[in-house]
């Protein structure tokens, strides 16, 4: 297991407190989701590409009531710390490459938030061209 998750796992059940209050100091999750709604108001089918374990998943289920999440990413605790309606959410662990293949413009919205910097540099190109065909145009 890398130092990170090992680590956020040592503090139990306060891992879930100090992960978010960590993360506020880059991302405010609450405010992304807050602007998204407000620029694409009426997403019925969203791809979050690299969900990880689902702290965006969560306000993305708030903000989209009648939406279905598909949350994809490569690590292997897809959604563990996730609290929300699992009915409406979808976690995959699936390469967004796989997912352009597999589901061509089928999403209303595609969201990529705090997670760039875990791609390599030399692929970063084809993981974003991938994004691109995975939403629907318009």
């Known amino acids: 297991m890398r130092p990170g998750p ?6 139990g ?12 100091i880059f ?10 709604r407000s620029w694409v108001p009426e997403a ?9 374990e689902g702290a965006m998943t969560e306000r993305l289920v708030r903000a989209y009531p ?16 996730f609290r929300g309606d699992r009915d409406r959410v979808l976690f995959l662990r699936k390469s967004v490459q ?7 413009a089928s999403f209303d919205l595609v969201i990529l ?9 030399l692929e970063r190109e084809q993981f974003l061209v991938a994004m691109q065909f995975t939403q629907k145009r318009r």
């Open 6 to 11: 090992l680590i956020r796992r040592l503090f």
């Open 13 to 24: 059940p306060y891992e879930r407190g100090l992960t978010e209050a960590y993360r506020r």
């Open 27 to 36: 991302v405010d999750l609450d405010d992304f989701a807050h602007h998204l």
């Open 44 to 52: 019925k089918k969203i791809l979050e590409v690299g969900c990880g």
């Open 66 to 81: 009648d939406a279905v999440v598909t949350g994809i990413d490569m690590t292997p605790n897809l959604g563990r710390l």
């Open 98 to 104: 796989d997912t352009a293949r597999d589901e061509p």
């Open 113 to 121: 938030c705090d997670v760039l910097h875990h791609v390599a540099i």
